[in-house]
T-cell receptor, first 116, second 115 residues
């Protein structure tokens, strides 16, 4: 089954304790992205990656890091989490047809993070 | 800055009522348009998309949307809603010439359907 998976699904942590949220897709998509969802703000892009070893900042990258060492994986790293990073996080992947624009993004199930 | 606006933040309907959710975007060039749905506790799923061609697109579960270029709009419609349509709905845009694949989302509309 084609899917995007994320782990963990729920996480409660304390300020300053480094954490990693994993994301993996099995669709061989070049493009992957992380979003955070907050009430009234919709989804905002944190980081994205257009291919292996190619990453760039989205709209709200402060306090986050990413890496893309393999095509299928795109982990999100919070080096020193703070309470304002309490949110619902989604990973997504997509592809681009040759000579065409990007297609729809496929989303993971989400990770609900609480930072105390 | 490019943006997507969803005018209705919270909509309450009775079953069998008709639905129309508004979506406007601010970019003047070629765009690819999407509507996603998020059922309670679940991830986002694609309802429908528009890239080109017939501006009236049909999606899953009886939803449709109409792209009106002159109005920069992509409103979502359903003739008769069901209780199971209770969810949050997001309009999203990718610029057709985008090299970053950036998907710009509206704020979302919460739909509550009363049985």
């Amino acid at each position: 089954e084609a899917q995007v998976t994320q782990n963990p699904r729920y996480l409660i942590t304390v300020t300053g304790k480094k954490l990693t949220v994993t994301c993996s897709q099995n669709m061989n998509h070049e493009y992957m992205s992380w979003y955070r969802q907050d009430p009234g703000l919709g989804l905002r892009q944190i980081y994205y990656s257009m291919n292996v070893e190619v990453t760039d900042k989205g709209d709200v990258p402060e306090g986050y890091k990413v890496s893309r060492k393999e095509k299928r994986n795109f982990p999100l790293i919070l080096e020193s989490p703070s309470p304002n990073q309490t949110s619902l996080y989604f990973c997504a992947s997509s592809f681009r047809s040759p000579g065409s624009s990007y297609n729809e993004q496929f989303f993971g199930p989400g990770t609900r993070l609480t930072v105390l | 800055a490019q943006s997507v606006s969803q005018h209705n933040h919270h909509v309450i309907l009775s079953e069998a009522a008709s639905l129309e959710l508004g979506c406007n975007y601010s970019y003047g060039g070629t765009v690819n348009l999407f509507w996603y749905v998020q059922y309670p506790g679940q991830h986002l799923q694609l309802l429908l998309k528009y890239f080109s061609g017939d501006p009236l697109v049909k999606g899953i579960k009886g939803f449709e949307a109409e792209f009106i270029k002159s109005k920069f709009s992509f409103n979502l419609r359903k003739p008769s809603v069901q209780w199971s349509d209770t969810a949050e709905y997001f309009c999203a845009v990718i610029h057709g010439s985008s090299n970053t694949g950036k998907l710009i989302f509206g704020q979302g509309t919460t739909l509550q359907v009363k049985p």
